[in-house]
């Protein structure tokens, strides 16, 4: 398996509250990605990055925001989190190069905002 | 109109059953093609790529068709273990990131 790990694997937080999402790398690996999954949309891009300090917003990134000082971290700040933030969290890394774009999850973690 | 969209399930089969799954894509200039299961609460993992001549990996094959956007999953023989979610997911570039289906969810019967 590749080397990702996502912590925590489960918050509980309250409203209004700023929450961090850590996704720690081992395979050195370019491109790293946080995607949110709900029951009837699937796996939603929030933000990606393709290198240190490099980041991109993506579908759902609103009241999200990261970072990524170096090549193994990216962090996924919650800035304030709202009950519509309660989801499950998935972090992703892959290499980018052509012809290899397949991706590595993490295990995820579940975040519930009351 | 969605970038990928699935079937959106749920398939219920026997054991032994041949169940096909289809997914479009709304972006001809996309790239890569991917079949991913998720299991239920773990993670999405690479099930297999997509290639433009069709693939086989048992009794899974995978076919594609850029002139109609469009995206197969064969699979022969179900088994119990087989039950799962099923995304797919194509990439417009290299340098992108996955964009996936929501997923069809199947279930293998005894």
């Known amino acids: 398996d590749a080397g990702i790990t996502q912590s925590p694997r489960h918050k509980v937080t309250e409203t209004g509250t700023p929450v961090t999402l850590r996704c720690h790398q081992t395979?050195?690996?370019?491109?790293m990605y946080w995607y949110r999954q709900d029951p009837g949309h699937g796996l939603r891009l929030i933000h990606y990055?393709?290198?240190?300090?490099?980041?991109d917003k993506g579908e759902v990134s609103d009241g999200y925001s990261v970072s990524r000082s170096k090549t193994e971290d990216f962090l996924l700040t919650l800035e304030s989190a709202t009950s519509s933030q309660t989801s499950v969290y998935f972090c992703?890394?892959?290499?980018?190069?052509?012809?290899?774009?397949?991706?590595?999850f993490g295990q995820g973690t579940r975040l519930t905002v009351v | 109109r969605k970038e990928v969209e699935q079937d959106p399930g749920p398939f219920n089969v026997p054991e032994g059953a041949t169940v096909a799954f289809n997914c479009t894509y709304s972006?001809?200039?996309?790239?890569?093609f991917f079949w991913y299961r998720q299991d239920c609460r773990k993670e999405p993992k690479l099930l297999m790529s997509?290639?433009?001549s069709g693939n086989e990996d048992g009794r899974f094959t995978a076919q594609l068709n850029r002139a109609s956007q469009y995206i197969s999953l064969l699979i022969r023989d179900s088994k119990l273990s087989d039950s799962a979610t099923y995304l797919c997911?194509?990439?417009?570039?290299?340098?992108?990131?996955?964009?996936f289906g929501k997923g069809t969810r199947l279930s293998v019967i005894a």
């Open positions: 997509v290639y433009s």
């Open positions: 395979e050195n690996h370019r491109y």
């Open positions: 990055s393709y290198g240190v300090k490099d980041t």
């Open positions: 997911v194509v990439v417009l570039s290299g340098n992108t990131p996955l964009v």
């Open positions: 972006n001809s200039a996309s790239q890569s």
């Open positions: 992703a890394i892959s290499d980018g190069r052509t012809g290899n774009t397949e991706a590595f």
